[in-house]
């Protein structure tokens, strides 16, 4: 089986309509795929129909899991926390998801103005039209500068001298506590998987003894094999999930055009899968029909 458990629609920052991700996917040659926008969960009906028609068709056996990837900080420092297969309806959840989407166009909208005032010309209505309906976000920023010569790449424009943490034209947001985040989760019936926890090149990362913390709040597991971590990371997070007792997972973090990661790049032992699936009470994989 191969299974990616961390992909982007355009329902936040991916290029790829949920529809095209879905088919995208089974034309991978993946057998299940995981739709988890930034803070949403805007893209799973569309991501589902496409994937009924995908069977309907007899096209491909592939399953989908709906999540979200949540935006986190703590002491400063940016994480996100993979949420799988909870309820979208449960009311607290719903309602802090909705305070950070809300957030995103007023934090966007603030730095471009910032960007203005250095004379970068770049314009809200550039960014929007690029954003279209995903939640508007700082690759949607990115792009624009990319789109005005001003940088070669979303990476370049993700540093202290345009959009980076702690840059010139960048904004705070509302931001979940993680322990917040794993409560509300559970609450919810999902499974939590903290996002490439050792992705120096993006910024600040917490130490190892917080995600012994986390663990011990009720962490799930941890993104292992992902396309930020290096050989050596890598072998240091396996080592450090097992020690914890936590799933060490794998997947692209995929955004369509907007990265140069693939669908499938790395991926989820089956076993895992399976436990994650077993954890969770909140919702269910969307299977093909001879599954269900």
Request: contains cysteine.
């Amino acid at each position: 089986m191969r299974i990616d458990l961390h992909t982007h629609s355009t329902a936040s920052d991916g290029t790829d309509t949920p529809a095209e991700l879905v088919r995208a996917a089974a034309a991978a040659g993946l057998d299940v795929v995981a739709l988890t926008d930034h803070d949403t969960v805007g893209g799973h009906a569309e991501a589902g129909k496409a994937l009924d028609d995908l069977h309907a068709r007899g096209g491909s056996g592939l399953t989908l899991v709906t999540g979200a990837e949540l935006s986190c900080r703590h002491d400063g420092v940016s994480m996100h926390m993979l949420a799988y297969l909870f309820d979208p309806l449960e009311p607290e959840l719903h309602r802090e998801r909705e305070l950070v989407r809300d957030d995103r166009t007023p934090r966007a909208q603030a730095m471009v103005a910032k960007l203005r005032e250095y004379g970068v010309p770049v314009t809200w209505e550039q960014v929007a039209r690029i954003a279209g309906d995903g939640a508007v976000g700082r690759p949607h920023i990115a792009q624009a500068l990319i789109d005005a010569g001003l940088v070669d790449s979303i990476a370049e424009a993700f540093t202290p001298e345009w959009i980076g943490p702690g840059g010139r034209a960048y904004v705070e947001k509302h931001e979940l506590d993680p322990f917040a985040a794993i409560r509300l989760v559970k609450n919810a019936g999902g499974v939590v998987v903290f996002a490439h926890p050792a992705a120096v090149k993006r910024g600040a990362v917490v130490p190892e003894s917080m995600i012994q913390e986390l663990a011990a709040a009720g962490l799930d597991g941890i993104e292992v094999d992902h396309m930020d971590h290096d050989e050596s990371t890598r072998a240091r997070l396996r080592h450090l999930a097992a020690e914890l007792g936590l799933l060490a997972t794998g997947s692209s973090d995929y955004h369509g055009t907007r990265k140069t990661c693939r669908l499938g790049e790395n991926t989820t032992d089956p076993e895992v899968y399976r436990e994650i699936v077993r954890r969770a009470t909140g919702a269910a994989p969307l299977t093909p029909p001879a599954h269900r």
